[in-house]
């Protein structure tokens, strides 16, 4: 069986995402409590894969995952997908009224907090709120509580592991809340195929070059090659020393691809590839097997 390493703990959007992504069953999921022991366990194989959330459509990138992937291990991206950053509140359910009637207290994640500050205003106008550091500790919380006045903002897949009730679904105030998420791994998770890869590179300058990253655009662009994400990044060298880090809807597979990096090459960048790999974007779909 394999190991899925996640961001913990158990009940988090990664964790409803790796079970999304990979089968149920075949896969033991195991959580860790820093982003950098996801990495590490994945690097020593304790775990097969790591799965890291790298950009979300209201938050923007992951910064600090980004700087994991480039810095701590140099584990290739073995595959993308897109998940739903679906909330919801979460206690015990009143006998009167809205099932969240009793609510008087909301227990969760800041940025959760944010994300549903539409329905919390309407809804629940005068509850306090007390923060911790993921949504799933928040329903652990509650669950420890035993109190109906006290409410958590988590996944459906928390609530069941706590056997609490979901006093109301999909509170997020943005229906189009998607994160995306990336494999990394020593190899290939065994998935049906996707229809659409992607290859994502790091670009650093040469420092004497004006007029260089125009140059590196303009050699995707020639060949019609789309560049889906460009990203600056401190190298954490030098001040004012960056490198660029590119998402390319194109596998390395092709003769445009190597040939555009091959350019960039002759002008004194430097070039590291983060990985080629399948993007499998958001489908229901998705079944994985072993690997």
């Not at 959580?31 to 790591?50: E, I, K, Q, R």
């Not at 959760?112 to 799933?136: G, K, M, W």
């Not at 679904?169 to 998770?189: A, L, M």
Request: hydrophobic share 40%; aromatic share 10%; with cysteine.
């Amino acid at each position: 069986m394999k190991r899925i390493a996640f961001l913990g703990p158990e009940g988090t959007v990664s964790h409803e995402a790796a079970r999304y992504f990979f089968a149920e069953g075949t896969h033991e999921f195991v959580p860790y409590s820093l982003m950098s022991d996801v990495f590490a366990a994945t690097a020593d194989g304790t775990a097969h894969f790591g799965v890291v959330p790298i950009e979300n459509t209201i938050e923007g990138s992951v910064k600090h995952h980004i700087d994991l992937l480039v810095e701590e291990t140099g584990l290739p991206i073995q595959a993308e997908w897109v998940y739903p950053s679906v909330q919801n509140l979460i206690g015990r359910a009143s006998a009167e009224g809205e099932p969240y009637a009793s609510v008087r207290k909301v227990v969760s994640k800041d940025v959760a907090i944010a994300q549903c500050h539409d329905f919390l205003r309407s809804r629940l106008p005068h509850v306090e709120f007390e923060y911790v550091n993921s949504t799933a500790e928040g329903v652990r919380l509650v669950k420890d509580s035993d109190d109906p006045s006290v409410a958590a903002i988590g996944t459906r897949t928390s609530a069941e592991l706590y056997g609490l009730d979901l006093l109301a679904e999909n509170i997020t105030d943005h229906d189009n809340n998607y994160t995306r998420f990336i494999v990394v791994g020593k190899t290939k998770p065994d998935m049906e195929t996707a229809g659409q890869d992607k290859t994502t590179i790091l670009v650093t300058l040469p420092e004497d070059y004006p007029g260089a990253l125009h140059q590196v655009l303009s050699a995707f662009a020639w060949r019609r090659i789309n560049l889906s994400k460009i990203e600056s990044r401190p190298t954490k060298k030098k001040l004012g020393n960056y490198y660029f880090y590119m998402d390319i809807e194109m596998s390395l597979d092709t003769v445009l691809l190597p040939a555009a990096l091959q350019e960039i090459e002759a002008i004194g960048c430097q070039v590291r590839i983060l990985g080629s790999y399948p993007s499998y974007g958001y489908r229901k779909s998705i079944q994985g097997g072993e690997a």
